[in-house]
């Protein structure tokens, strides 16, 4: 089995393959405008998931005065991450017609390309991820001491890979959505959401 980390950018995609023994078997960095390569990539994986919101917001909270004015056209999932867990996206996903940061476009040519071939890619956030593995808030992942904290979570969860410590914050965060992708397979991840819009954000089972 293969599960395959998606981390993507305004102008560079970030690919990361794990196997079912949680080894990093291959990594890319693709094209955001063309990412021809994507098909091989996640040829015959079992799972996919991707860090980037999975579709448009439909603000299934607009008229919610419990929740704070710059959330209340986020989605479900944006809402709930952060009431259950106090994990509060940094963005929130726009309604149809509004304006769309150049990342999240690619993300959902990506969800639309790879839905297209069959696959059924789920959402994460990686910050979450490993916040919620280390059970502390980390330092930045800009900084070296956020790399650091990242790649000994990433370790203590049996993730193996050459070098890892080397990597770019937007390597780690597709190699942590890869570990989602097969910790939701195996039954050891959740879907965060509330269920008015059918939107989850896939996170590691809280202990």
Same mark, same amino acid.
């Given at each position: 089995?293969?599960?395959? *980390? ?5 102008? #560079? ?9 949680? %080894? @990093? ?17 996640? #040829? ?5 998931? @991707? ?23 986020? /989605?479900?999932? =944006?809402?709930?991450?952060? /009431? ?6 940094? $963005? ?5 017609? #509004? ?22 890619? @789920? ?29 000994? %979570?990433? =370790? ?17 965060? #597709? ?19 509330? *269920? ?5 954000? $896939? ?5």
């Amino acid at each position: 089995m293969r599960f395959v *980390g998606i981390d993507p950018g305004a102008s #560079a995609v970030h690919c990361v393959v794990m196997d079912e023994a949680r %080894r @990093i078997v291959e990594g890319r960095m693709l094209s955001a405008d063309s990412p021809t390569e994507l098909p091989e990539v996640t #040829a015959s994986v079992t799972a996919i998931a @991707i860090d980037a919101p999975a579709a448009l917001s439909t603000a299934p909270h607009v008229d919610d005065p419990t929740v704070s004015r710059k959330f209340r056209t986020a /989605r479900c999932c =944006e809402i709930a991450l952060g /009431r259950q867990y106090q994990l509060w996206v940094p $963005w929130v996903t726009p309604v149809a017609g #509004a304006a769309v940061p150049g990342w999240m476009q690619v993300g959902f040519q990506l969800y639309a390309q790879l839905t297209a071939n069959g696959h059924r890619p @789920i959402e994460v956030y990686p910050h979450a991820g490993f916040q919620l593995l280390a059970g502390s808030k980390l330092p930045k992942k800009t900084t070296l001491g956020g790399i650091q904290e990242r790649v000994t %979570r990433l =370790e203590e969860q049996g993730v193996t890979a050459p070098w890892m410590g080397l990597w770019s914050h937007d390597a780690l965060d #597709a190699t942590v959505a890869a570990l989602l992708a097969l910790q939701a397979t195996e039954g050891t991840a959740v879907a965060v959401g509330c *269920g008015h819009d059918n939107s989850a954000i $896939w996170i590691p089972q809280p202990s």
